[in-house]
């Protein structure tokens, strides 16, 4: 076909544009940064407690400070994200967070550390509540999961870089100019952000109309930002709500207990030096990256198979839990360091599979200015049982570290009875019940 046919028969086909996975793709590089902060602190830590005269003790103290302050800040951003927007909400976050990393560098004692850790842990938490909510802006129900796993496999890919890119900033530069250094890179990602984020696909002028359509395509990916904003107490009279709560309460204590301790663990259970750290504690944070691709394909190709969101999140969720228990009693076995990263990598591929589908119920259950809210509350819970693992590390690790790892163990089955009694079917909630 040639000439004025071809032209035309050209001009019926839909240009596709592709700015949601920009964006997405933007919201990942972002969660590398904030992972790559966060850890800087579990890297550094045996250095740094030898200089100003730390212990162990100190170490769950600095952890409990940032999950508290971590806390509060996913509740404040969730609510501040629905009120001021995704564009703004993220570049407060990252400003303040990047701020408060740098501030590490001047820092002398427990008092100070516990100042800027608490900055850190109020700033960081914007991260997860905004991803949220921009994944119910830009996404259908076949693809949120998908785009949840890649802003999750960011974090992984923070957690993977940063042990050996720490380890080196280290060497070269001392542990205070490492974190002067890890501090601006927030404010270099600010400038394409706030380029090219828009609330909503209805607003970008790089969307196509084919690509709004497909955003639009069904009512589950239909995120209005005009919906009428939901109180928390309206959002807590949902027995999902609940049972989303309850899941990161009990699941979340397990990535925590290896972003905060998987350092300290390879140097106490193997003799490890920093640069020994830097060399292994990379590793499990793979299977994460893994799990969060994973998780997210798998969720989104059973709804192309025609399963409802209900059973692929519920399906998804449950597989990650049984990968989890038993890489976690592995982990307790393993007696040489690669055997213990591996089985820990293991626990994470698990752990993402099930936790990227449980991040998506917020867009999932909601719509518009709820959402944000409502994934803020969830960080609460998960920040709720961190808390209580993180003091009881100190306590059960005395001699080794099973006992901890047998105790976050018997957490996965009773998020399963949390997940399948407790939730209830997943459906719109604010159009189905009003």
Known sequence: MNGPSAVATLRKVPVRSAVRWLIVGLIAVA????????????VMWPEIAKEVGATKDDYALLVTVFMLFYAAGQFLFGRLFDMIGTRLGF???????????????????MLSFS?????????????????VKANAEWFPARERALAQGIFNAGASIGAIVSAPAIAGLYLWLGWRGTFVLVGALGFLWLLPWLFVYRAGPDKHPWVSDAERRLIMED???QQRADAPKVSVRSLLA????WGMLACRFLLDPIWWLFVSWLPIYLAETFGFDIKQIGLFAWVPFVGAMLGSLSGGWLSGRLIHAGHGVDRARKLSISLGCVIMAPALLGAVLANQPLLAVLAIAAVLFGFQIAIGNIQTLPGDLFDGR??????????????AGTLITTWLV?????HSYAPIFILVAALV????VALWWWTGPIHKLDRNDG
């Not at 959402?371 to 998960?382: K, M, N, R």
């Open 413 to 416: 089955p009773l998020s399963l």
């Open 370 to 383: 709820s959402v944000g809210t409502l994934a803020g509350l969830g960080g609460l819970a998960a920040v």
């Open 31 to 42: 969660t590398v940064i904030n992972y790559i902060d966060r850890n800087a602190l579990a």
């Open 219 to 221: 009512q589950a990916g």
């Open 394 to 398: 100190p306590v059960l690790t005395r």
């Open 115 to 131: 100042v800027v850790r608490a900055m850190l842990g109020i700033s960081e938490a914007g991260a997860w509540p905004g991803a």
């Open 91 to 109: 570049a407060l976050s990252i400003s303040v967070w990047s701020i408060s990393i740098a501030l590490h560098s001047v820092t002398h004692s």
């Open 238 to 241: 949902h027995r999902q709500s």
